[in-house]
Structure formats: structure tokens, C-alpha cells
């Protein structure tokens, strides 16, 4: 039954949900609101159901010059749609056009250009000046599209410019031809000028380095660089708030290095309340979604939360940071650091604290001079906890950042044009050796040269995608990102959420090469393409000498690329049944997750019906390999090296829980999965079963098939085939005994209480004799404290029951206190055990060379421990130990 007095409270809260959804109340239409079609008669909606009205001369007056309307002769199937960007207007002499205004407000001014073969002429060939306020504001110089676009592997650019109020009510643009550049012209395919808050009001930016210093935007221009929602997703123009039209880019592929931290959104009972001069500082989403460094303390101290940008030097910026606590409500909860460009921008920020109350967005504004210097400039933001506060929590947190570039003192915004990448240059290279050949000019049968011209932009632009990105992280360099709005020598976002860009860039790149056609364009952006020959040439034609494993999935082979970095090279079994899926969901995986514990996938190969990975080579193979003589085993690891390994790969596996975007359950954790390098640091592999964990709130398992491999699986999840970060956790937990007991976590071949190894530790425990099956070989290293918490925690792995088991980041905790107890013991050359560890049946499983290792294992073994349930099939991809 619902009373009137409910009712009334119902309506009162959706009315106030509604208020909350257009941003604070702020969702009115601006003053100021053209949207020009540039070079088209006709009215038309874009992609965003924004309406752009045609070139008519109405909304403007065009003077002088010459200039005429033309249509691209190519779509470019990256566009987000035909408005505004097939259309242009392109002019051979300075011209201006002059919007009436109101004189008292600022505007934004949003200029779309899509270079294209205009009438006809060489899209290269064009180098252009954008002015305003009669000259003494130079928006653009010597700009190229083409050669930004190329840069940035784009097909289209937005550049958005943050304009003081306009003299008399007349915005003036004026595009000017280079005169630097013989036969240049210049083009526009869409202009908007909005009137805007006045975004920067009285406030000032504090500069950073420089305290009780600070930068006033006043009457300066400035240029949107960046515009990211921390933690959200990408928002396109028509969920602005205040119809403003700003676009709003996810922010990971910003994030620099493996501390991605977590995302997360507002819970449903909290509701973001705009103070009144907040509502046109940031749409709803902004301040609803946050980024934060994640639950664990101990390594929220240790790094940083980064974001890193490209810019042009010589400029002063302002970074813009936009909060809103949606899970603490008192000041020193989370408190926190501020650094920009290595220098401390605040010390002790604490969003309470600045808002009194939570779920209040408020932003902080912090302005650095980026000097010029040879190759491009970074602009760094870290947040890192502070100590100094003794905070509750040891977090940070952000929701939005913007970075704006200010006109310097000659009222100067433009940089140079970006160059492209030498990778890309190189395969642009090779494109047009393709282009020489026969079949390549039959494309161009329709559309003669200018189809040529916009089919090699659109390749290249695909191409660089994957070469220039891949370059990036291939070297281990650091990846830079920038908005669409953003500019200088701002990269585009490698992909934009729901952006319609991502989408359609995707099915040019599968055109271009038969690669990728089922990976998204983040993971082929993020990794790198082998030829087949290139693969060919590192394992000399797949020589059988260089196989080093053989897993369900095929072979791996050792390999040699680019003339000394060794890789390892999986080569798919074209019969596998392991395939193509489990091929996609590596790559998806992998080429999203860069962290010191997981293996790093360098790059794939997808032709000739083969699907081959490449990764980063693990110079001393499995853990497995050094525990037992049946699992490969020359020399038996000490006791302290096993422990380290354990403490890498727990580290490994609670960033997937934790730390990328959405929790990653690794479903075969096993000591074939867990590599070692040359140094000896442990990496999680193999990630062809992966599952991305539950995301949505409440839902705390996924329902799937059950896999894995036998032995290592978690009874819980068998029995219920739900999915939890627990059953990594199980699995874990045999890995953990295998290491102390050096044998399989299955060995058929004993007597049947003690095939397998979890239920066989679990029995000595509650014996009392576990201490008996310690790897004989381990003897005289172990002190009893560290054995005694090891056994503990990798008991609780063993757990029943999924919540009775620790989380990773507690098994990560307690392994490291077993660590210290140990070095404690060793530094006092004290209390070892275990004494007398030599019952027959710890030799006998040491002894594992009589013993069959899980190969052949079929479904008649099985069936003693399935209850009865047709294991054959489940486990149809057991494979021998020795790969992985
Ligand atoms: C204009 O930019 C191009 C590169 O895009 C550069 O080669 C040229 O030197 C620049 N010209 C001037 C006058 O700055
Ligand atoms: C944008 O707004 C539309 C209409 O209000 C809505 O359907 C859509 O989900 C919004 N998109 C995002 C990314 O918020
Ligand atoms: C919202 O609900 C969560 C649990 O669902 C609770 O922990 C939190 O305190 C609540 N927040 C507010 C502001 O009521
Ligand atoms: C900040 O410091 C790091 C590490 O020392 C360095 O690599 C980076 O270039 C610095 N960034 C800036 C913008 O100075
Ligand atoms: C975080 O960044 C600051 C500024 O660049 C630097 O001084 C500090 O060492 C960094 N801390 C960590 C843990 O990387
Ligand atoms: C930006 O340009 C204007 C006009 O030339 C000038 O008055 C202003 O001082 C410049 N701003 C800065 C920060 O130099």
C-alpha cells in the first residue's frame, strides 16, 4: 500500500533525481548556440543528434576573401558520422567569419577539420593560421590537419578554445593560408561557438613550486588539452551538462604504469548535491564515477597513481581537478598528496575536508609553465596517500581532470604540428611500396587519385594505430595520451569508450590487415603485429630444437626478434580445440594488464590460419620445473627463493583481483602457470581462461562452465560452477603445498588417500604429521615460525568454503610475514625444522620420476574424485606439465 504521504515522498525524490541527472538543475540550452555545417547547404544531425545548421550566411556574415564550398571525395569510416566532417569550406585567401555574440560572456569555439582532397588538391598541401579578436589571438599557425591527424592516427580532429567575451558582440574567426607554403589553403568542416560560464571566475590557480603564487586566466584565451572522467566513461557531447558540448574521455589510457587503481561509482543512497556555482563545472557522471588506488594499504604506499600527457612547451597550463568523496564522510578518512610534474601541487588534500560534507563536487585549479625543449613535453599528475596526515585510510581518489593550455604573452595558442613516429613513418613506407603494386590501385578505380589519397590517409591511420602504440609499449616506453579536444601535439585517446570512433576505427584495421578482426581496438592498439615471416625468422621456420613447452594450446617455441630480444612464441595447434577464443581472450587480457608479476605479451600474429602470441621470455620456465624431479627438476630451489616466488606470484594474482579496472578471476593457477625469469621473478601466465570477475554491485560470482586444471580445483566452484576471486584463491593454496611438499597436486600412482595433494595435506594437518611430506630436500632451512604460518595460510586457501578463504591480498600479506620470520630466524641462525621430514612417502613423491605427471590423465582417474560426473570433457584441455 502506498499512502498519499509516500507518494508525496516519492515524488518528491524522483523530481530530485531528475534535478540530479541534468547535472544540478543546469540543463538549459546556452545563450550562444551555432553549430555551423561548414561548406553545406543543408541542415543535418550529427552523430550525437546535435543539429548543425548549413552554411547559408545567416547565422554569420563571411567577408572578403575567396572562398567556395566543397564535399570530401572519401568517408573515412572512422568519422562518427557525415555531419559536419564530409562537407568543407576552403579558402585561397585570408577570410573571416563573424558571428554575432553577446559581448558579455565567454565562448567556446570548437573547430572540426577533416583533411580530405578538397576540390581536388593535395590535403598535404595545406598549411593555415587561425586568429581571433583581430589578430591579437593566434588560435592555430602553420597548422596542417594531414599532418596532424597522420600523427595521431585519427581521421578527423577537434580543436576547442576557451574564448574572453568577444568586443562589441562580434566573434571573429579569420583563416589565413600560410603563405610560408607555395599554393596552400585553408579549410574548416565544422565550427561551434557556444556561450559559456564563465568557467574560472574570480578564482585563481595556484602555481605549482611556487608557493602563495597565483595564475589568473582573466582575459586570456585558452585551449582544451585534455578532458577526462576519472574513472567513468566516455561522454559525448549531448551529455554535457548546460548543453555545453564539451566531450568527456575515459581516462585509463592516460594512466602511466601498472597502478591503475580501481574504479567505482556512486552507491544508489548517495546523491551528488551541486553547490549552485558547481553545476556547470562538470556533468553528473563526472563527480558520480572516481578512480581510487584500491584497498590495500601497504601498496598504496608504494606507488603513485599517475596520469601522464603530451603538450606543447613553452606554455603555462592549468590542471584542473575535479572531486566528489562518494565513500567517506569525515575529514582525515582519505587524505592525500598532489604532485604535478614532480613537484608537490598540495600536501594533505582531503575532500572532506574542503567540502565539509560528502557527495559535494568542488574543484582545484593548479597552474605550471611547461618550458620548451627539444622532442615533445610531458605534463605529469601523481597522487600518492599522505603520511604526514595519519589518515584513516591510505588512499587518494580523483573524479575529472582537465588540463588548458593559456595563450602565452604574444596571445600565442598554437604549437608545431606533431611528427609522426619513426615506426610509423616506416610503415608508411611500405604502404606505398604495397601502393606500387597492381592490385593496390584497383581500389582506386572509382574515386582516381583523390580515392587513393584518402584510402592510404585512412591505411596509414589504421596501421600507426597499431605500429606507433605498439612501438610505445613494446619499448617500455611510457604511454601518452590526449582528448580530441585536446591539441598541440595532444594524441587522440587510443579508443573512447562509447565513442563511435572506437567502433568504426576497429573495422579499418581489419581491413587493412586479416589481424584483429575480433580483438577491440584497445588491445590491438595496445600490442604489437608480427608478420608470419617475421615469426618464421625468429624460430627458423619453427625448428623443433627450440620447443620449450607444449601446452593444450600448441607449442612454444624460443625465439629471437628484432636482432636479440628473446620471446617466447605459442604457436596455436591448428586442431586445438583450445582456440580461437581462448586465443582472443590472452590477447584482450594480456595487452590490458602490465604489471612486474604477470607476464607481458609483446605481440601477436594472426595469418595464414595460425594464431601465434609472443611474450616476454622467461629465461628458468615453470616453478614447477624447480620443485620436483617429475615436474622437470635438476636442482631443488632453497626454501627462501620458493617463498619469494610464492610472494611474487600472490602479487601477481591480487592485481588481478584488485587492481586492473574490473576484477580478474585467472581460473588455472598452477604451478605450470607461475614462470620465472632470468632474475628469478615470478610471473603469472597464461591467461586463456581468464574471466573478468563481477563488476556490478551485489553480484559476487560468475556462472560459467567449469575449467581448470585437476587438482588445483576448487571444490566449491565445481560443485556450484560459480566463479569467485576464492577459486584462484584454492588453487593458490595447492600451489603453496606443492612448493613445501615437492610433489603433484595430483599423483595417481599413490596409494588413492594420497592422490591428491590438498586433501592429503589437509588429513596430515588434522594428524598432526604434515611436517612429515616437507620436501626432504628443504631440510635444516625452514625455521618452525615461518613453516607454521605458511602452513596456516595456505590451510585457510584450502577452505571449504569460498568466503572462509582468505582474500589474495591477505595470502600476499601473511606470505610476507612469513618471509620476515624466516629472515628473522635465519639472521639469529636459529630454530629449524623439520626434523625427521622422511616418511617414505615424501621421498616417494620427491621421487617423481616413476610417477606419471598428469599428461594422460583421463577420465577414469578423474571420476575417483568427481563424484561421478564426466570429467573427461570438462577437463579436456589437461595437459602436460611441462608446458603452459
Ligand atoms: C610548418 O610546419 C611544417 C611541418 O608540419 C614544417 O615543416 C614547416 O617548417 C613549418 N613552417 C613554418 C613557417 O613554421
Ligand atoms: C547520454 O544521454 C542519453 C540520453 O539521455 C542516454 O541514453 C545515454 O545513456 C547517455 N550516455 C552516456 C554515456 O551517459
Ligand atoms: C550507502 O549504502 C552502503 C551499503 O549499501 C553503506 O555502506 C553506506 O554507508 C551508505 N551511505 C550512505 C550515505 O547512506
Ligand atoms: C618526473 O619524474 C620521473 C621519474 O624521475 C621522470 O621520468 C619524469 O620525466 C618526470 N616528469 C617530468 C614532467 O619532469
Ligand atoms: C610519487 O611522485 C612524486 C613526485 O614525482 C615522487 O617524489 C615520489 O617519489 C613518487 N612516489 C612513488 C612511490 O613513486
Ligand atoms: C594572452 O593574450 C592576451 C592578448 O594578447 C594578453 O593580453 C594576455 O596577457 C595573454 N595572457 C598571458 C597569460 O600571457
Not at 285 to 303: C, E, H, I, K
Not at 539 to 553: A, H, K, M
Not at 564 to 585: C, D, M
Request: proline share 5%.
Amino acid at each position: 500500500m502506498i499512502t498519499d504521504g509516500h507518494l508525496l515522498l516519492l515524488i518528491l525524490s524522483i523530481s530530485h533525481v531528475l534535478a540530479a541527472l541534468a547535472g544540478g538543475g543546469g540543463g538549459n540550452v546556452p545563450a550562444d548556440s551555432i553549430l555551423l555545417n561548414s561548406g553545406s547547404t543543408e541542415d543535418a544531425i550529427d552523430a550525437d543528434g546535435r543539429t548543425w545548421a548549413g552554411d547559408r550566411n545567416d547565422k554569420y556574415r563571411l567577408s572578403s576573401g575567396n572562398s567556395s564550398p566543397s564535399t570530401a571525395p572519401y568517408q573515412d569510416p572512422s568519422l562518427p558520422s557525415q555531419t559536419p566532417y564530409m562537407s568543407a569550406r576552403v579558402f585561397t585567401a585570408a577570410s573571416t567569419y563573424e558571428f554575432s555574440v553577446s559581448a558579455k560572456t565567454h565562448h567556446y569555439v570548437r573547430l572540426h577539420f577533416y583533411p580530405a582532397a578538397y576540390n581536388g588538391q593535395d590535403p598535404a598541401g595545406s598549411y593555415f593560421d587561425v586568429t581571433t579578436a583581430d589578430g591579437s589571438i593566434t588560435l592555430l599557425r602553420n597548422f596542417s590537419a594531414f599532418a596532424t591527424v597522420k600523427a595521431l592516427t585519427q581521421a578527423y580532429i577537434i580543436r576547442e578554445f576557451y574564448l574572453p567575451p568577444a568586443a562589441g558582440g562580434v566573434l571573429r574567426l579569420t583563416f589565413t593560408p600560410s603563405v610560408a607554403h607555395k599554393g596552400s589553403y585553408a579549410f574548416v568542416n565544422g565550427i561551434e561557438v557556444l556561450s559559456a560560464p564563465d568557467i574560472y571566475g574570480s578564482g585563481a590557480a595556484s602555481l605549482v613550486g611556487f608557493s602563495g603564487q597565483d595564475v589568473t586566466v582573466g582575459s586570456s584565451a585558452v585551449q582544451t588539452m585534455f578532458r577526462l572522467n576519472v574513472g567513468g566513461q566516455f561522454l559525448p557531447p549531448g551529455n554535457d551538462t548546460g548543453g555545453l558540448g564539451r566531450t568527456w574521455y575515459d581516462d585509463s589510457p592516460y594512466i602511466f604504469g601498472a597502478a591503475f587503481g580501481i574504479t567505482y561509482a556512486a552507491e544508489k543512497n548517495v546523491t551528488v548535491r551541486y553547490p549552485p556555482e558547481a553545476r556547470e563545472m562538470a556533468p553528473l557522471d563526472v563527480y558520480a564515477s572516481a578512480r581510487s588506488m584500491g584497498p590495500d594499504p601497504q601498496v598504496n604506499m608504494n606507488t603513485n597513481l599517475t596520469w601522464a600527457f603530451q603538450v606543447d612547451g613553452g606554455f603555462m597550463y592549468v590542471v584542473r581537478l575535479h572531486f566528489c568523496e562518494l565513500q567517506m564522510s569525515k575529514i582525515n578518512q582519505r587524505v592525500f598528496d598532489i604532485y604535478i610534474n614532480n613537484q608537490t601541487a598540495v600536501a594533505g588534500a582531503d575532500v572532506v575536508g574542503w567540502t565539509l560534507s560528502p557527495a559535494v563536487p568542488v574543484h582545484k585549479d593548479y597552474a605550471v609553465y611547461v618550458a620548451d625543449g627539444p622532442g615533445s613535453e610531458e605534463l605529469w599528475v601523481a597522487l600518492h596517500p599522505s603520511m604526514a596526515s595519519k589518515a584513516e585510510y591510505y588512499d587518494a581518489v580523483l573524479n575529472g581532470l582537465e588540463v588548458f593550455k593559456m595563450n602565452d604573452t604574444a596571445g600565442n595558442l598554437a604549437g608545431p604540428n606533431p611528427s609522426p613516429s619513426t615506426m610509423l613513418t616506416e610503415a608508411e613506407e611500405r604502404e606505398a611500396a604495397a601502393a606500387a603494386t597492381p592490385q593496390f590501385s584497383s581500389s582506386s578505380s572509382g574515386g582516381g587519385r583523390s580515392g587513393v589519397i584518402g584510402g592510404a590517409a585512412g591505411g596509414a591511420a589504421a596501421l600507426g594505430l597499431v605500429f606507433a602504440i605498439c612501438f610505445a609499449v613494446y619499448s617500455r616506453k611510457r604511454r601518452v595520451g590526449g582528448a580530441a579536444s585536446g591539441g598541440g601535439s595532444g594524441w587522440l585517446p587510443l579508443y573512447g569508450g562509447g565513442s563511435s570512433n572506437a567502433t568504426t576505427s576497429r573495422s579499418t584495421i581489419s581491413g587493412k590487415s586479416s589481424a584483429s578482426s575480433h580483438l577491440s581496438s584497445l588491445a590491438v592498439s595496445l600490442c604489437r603485429h608480427f608478420s608470419i615471416a617475421e615469426i618464421k625468422q625468429a624460430t627458423r621456420n619453427f625448428d623443433e630444437s627450440l620447443v620449450i613447452g607444449v601446452g593444450g594450446f600448441g607449442k612454444v617455441y624460443k625465439g629471437v626478434v628484432d636482432g636479440g630480444t628473446k620471446v617466447a612464441i605459442k604457436r596455436s595447434n591448428p586442431s586445438s580445440e583450445q582456440g580461437v577464443h581462448e586465443f582472443q581472450t590472452e590477447i584482450e587480457m594480456l595487452s590490458k594488464l602490465r604489471h612486474r608479476h604477470l607476464v607481458s605479451l609483446i605481440g601477436y600474429c594472426e595469418e595464414n590460419e595460425e594464431m601465434i602470441l609472443v611474450y616476454d621470455y622467461m629465461a628458468h620456465g615453470t616453478l614447477r620445473e624447480h620443485l620436483y624431479k617429475g615436474g622437470g627438476c635438476k636442482s631443488p630451489l632453497p626454501w627462501k627463493q620458493r617463498l619469494e616466488i610464492c610472494i611474487g606470484a600472490a602479487r601477481g594474482l591480487h592485481y588481478l583481483h584488485t587492481g586492473a579496472k574490473y576484477p580478474i578471476i585467472h581460473r588455472d593457477v598452477k604451478t605450470t602457470n607461475i614462470l620465472v625469469d632470468e632474475k628469478w621473478v615470478a610471473k603469472v601466465s597464461d591467461f586463456g581462461l581468464s574471466k573478468t570477475g563481477p563488476s556490478a554491485i551485489g553480484q559476487t560470482h560468475v556462472s560459467t562452465v567449469v575449467k581448470g586444471s585437476f587438482g588445483y580445483l576448487d571444490p566449491e566452484y565445481f560443485r556450484r560452477q560459480q566463479l569467485t576471486d576464492k577459486s584462484d584463491v584454492y588453487s593458490f593454496g595447492v600451489v603453496l603445498f606443492e612448493v613445501l611438499c615437492a610433489r603433484p597436486a595430483l599423483n595417481p600412482s599413490l596409494p588413492r588417500e594420497q592422490v591428491s595433494l590438498a586433501d592429503w595435506t589437509l588429513h596430515c594437518k588434522r594428524k598432526g604429521t604434515l611436517e612429515d611430506i616437507v620436501d626432504p630436500s628443504l631440510r635444516g632451512q625452514i625455521s618452525a615460525e615461518c613453516l607454521k604460518k605458511f602452513i596456516a595460510t595456505a590451510e585457510k586457501c584450502l577452505a571449504d568454503h569460498g568466503v572462509d578463504r582468505p582474500a589474495m591480498g591477505d595470502v600476499l600479506w601473511n606470505l610476507e610475514f612469513a618471509l620476515q620470520l624466516q629472515e628473522t630466524a635465519d639472521g639469529g641462525g636459529a630454530g629449524v625444522v623439520p626434523e625427521g621430514a622422511s616418511s617414505p612417502s615424501a621421498a616417494a613423491a620427491a621421487d617423481g620420476s616413476s610417477h606419471r605427471t598428469g599428461e594422460s590423465l583421463g577420465g577414469s582417474e578423474m571420476s575417483e574424485e568427481s563424484d561421478g560426473l564426466n570429467t573427461s570433457a570438462v577437463f579436456s584441455q589437461l595437459i602436460n606439465p611441462k608446458g603452459r
